[in-house]
């Protein structure tokens, strides 16, 4: 069986028009991937694929708006899955109808209410904006006959932790489908992780959101029982590399320069990647990155994002644990 890329993780810019106190990835001086050779390198994959747009914020790339009428029929095809991180913030009638016929999931990134959500973003009326879009995505929703799953993204932070629950009720019911949560991803020893990142006390709060959302039916369809116990032992800063990661093998990320890694987190300092453009047989590609993720770094042994499709979770992984609270 052919697995390789089994799912893509495209950042299409870092370019973001949102300052949030945590992102590591935002560089306004960021190219955009090239979309012809884009689609060139989906030519080349035999199997159907997921790919999920990222950024940066993937809505100040136009072509995004509309992926899957403009990524070609024969390319739609195979493309199984579709899906998108964006703060909200840009997006009006015109790209909410476009959005709910090209995806399958929409992820808005809303961190708690204004005062709160508006901190974290450094942009006044990003609260209103993101509210505002979210709400629109549900009515086109609701006025269509797609099936798209519209979501929230919530970052988790020392702050608004203890507070969360209620704001996931308030979103809830304005008829969302999910709700995904993840903490502030930071190094313990960095001055703004100290000042807002989750300390080892707030797991038990982490499993409270976990069971509460899954109670509600409310879970992206990812969030699994092994991601909340890598997700508790992250934020407990026990180290535990995965007995299997698909990064590299189920999953590659590309880049805007068009480079391809393994995962977002390996850096071109470990790396002489690969581009879309290179004519590498898939035997090289996956040795060489099987290569890369036996490199013993620190992020790897606190990742929770080896499993963050359930479908390799389910057909690939099998997993027996005890989710640590």
Same mark, same amino acid.
Request: glycine share 4%; charged share 30%; proline share 5%.
């Given at each position: 069986?052919?697995?390789?890329?089994?799912?893509?993780?495209?950042? *299409?810019?870092?370019?973001?028009?949102?300052?949030?106190?945590?992102?590591?990835?935002?560089?306004?001086?960021?190219?955009?991937?090239?979309?012809?050779?884009?689609?060139?390198? #989906?030519?080349?994959?035999?199997?159907?694929?997921?790919? !999920? *747009?990222?950024?940066?914020?993937?809505? #100040?790339?136009?072509?995004?708006?509309?992926?899957?009428?403009?990524?070609?029929?024969?390319?739609?095809?195979?493309?199984?899955? #579709?899906?998108?991180?964006?703060?909200?913030?840009?997006?009006?009638?015109?790209?909410?109808?476009?959005?709910?016929?090209?995806?399958?999931?929409?992820?808005?990134?809303?961190?708690?209410? &204004?005062?709160?959500?508006?901190?974290?973003?450094?942009?006044?009326?990003?609260?209103?904006?993101?509210?505002?879009?979210?709400? #629109?995505?549900?009515?086109? &929703?609701?006025?269509?006959?797609?099936?798209?799953?519209?979501?929230?993204?919530?970052?988790?932070?020392?702050?608004?932790?203890?507070?969360?629950?209620?704001?996931?009720?308030?979103?809830?019911?304005?008829?969302?489908? *999910?709700?995904?949560? &993840?903490?502030?991803?930071?190094?313990?020893?960095?001055?703004?992780?100290?000042?807002?990142?989750?300390?080892?006390?707030?797991?038990?709060?982490?499993?409270?959101?976990?069971?509460?959302?899954?109670?509600?039916?409310?879970?992206?369809? !990812?969030?699994?029982?092994?991601?909340?116990?890598?997700?508790?032992?992250?934020?407990?800063?026990?180290?535990?590399?995965?007995?299997?990661?698909?990064?590299?093998?189920?999953?590659?990320?590309?880049?805007?320069?068009?480079?391809?890694?393994?995962?977002?987190?390996?850096?071109?300092?470990?790396?002489?990647?690969?581009?879309?453009?290179?004519?590498?047989?898939?035997?090289?590609?996956?040795?060489?990155?099987?290569?890369?993720?036996?490199?013993?770094?620190?992020?790897?042994?606190?990742?929770?994002?080896?499993?963050?499709?359930?479908?390799?979770?389910?057909?690939?992984?099998?997993?027996?644990?005890?989710?640590?609270?």
């Amino acid at each position: 069986m052919e697995r390789y890329p089994f799912m893509i993780d495209l950042a *299409v810019t870092r370019r973001c028009n949102l300052r949030c106190i945590y992102c590591t990835s935002r560089d306004d001086s960021s190219t955009v991937i090239d979309v012809n050779k884009f689609k060139k390198y #989906l030519r080349k994959i035999r199997k159907p694929i997921k790919i !999920w *747009v990222t950024g940066g914020e993937p809505l #100040l790339v136009r072509f995004v708006h509309g992926f899957r009428e403009i990524i070609g029929t024969d390319i739609n095809a195979k493309l199984d899955y #579709l899906g998108m991180s964006t703060n909200g913030t840009l997006i009006n009638r015109d790209i909410a109808r476009k959005l709910v016929t090209n995806y399958d999931l929409i992820l808005i990134s809303i961190h708690g209410r &204004k005062e709160l959500h508006e901190r974290i973003t450094q942009v006044k009326g990003s609260y209103e904006k993101s509210l505002d879009a979210l709400k #629109l995505l549900i009515k086109t &929703k609701e006025n269509s006959s797609s099936d798209i799953k519209i979501g929230v993204s919530t970052v988790l932070m020392s702050e608004s932790i203890e507070r969360i629950k209620d704001f996931f009720d308030y979103l809830i019911g304005l008829g969302i489908d *999910v709700i995904l949560f &993840k903490p502030m991803l930071y190094d313990p020893t960095d001055e703004l992780y100290i000042k807002h990142g989750l300390k080892p006390e707030h797991a038990t709060l982490i499993k409270e959101c976990y069971d509460y959302l899954k109670s509600k039916n409310k879970l992206v369809p !990812w969030f699994n029982d092994y991601y909340l116990h890598r997700m508790i032992n992250y934020v407990k800063r026990i180290p535990e590399p995965p007995p299997f990661c698909g990064y590299g093998e189920y999953f590659v990320y590309i880049s805007p320069e068009g480079k391809i890694y393994p995962c977002c987190r390996i850096k071109p300092r470990y790396v002489q990647s690969y581009t879309i453009e290179d004519e590498v047989p898939k035997e090289v590609l996956l040795r060489r990155l099987s290569e890369i993720r036996q490199i013993k770094i620190d992020s790897c042994s606190f990742c929770m994002h080896g499993y963050n499709s359930q479908i390799v979770y389910e057909r690939y992984i099998k997993v027996n644990t005890n989710v640590t609270s």
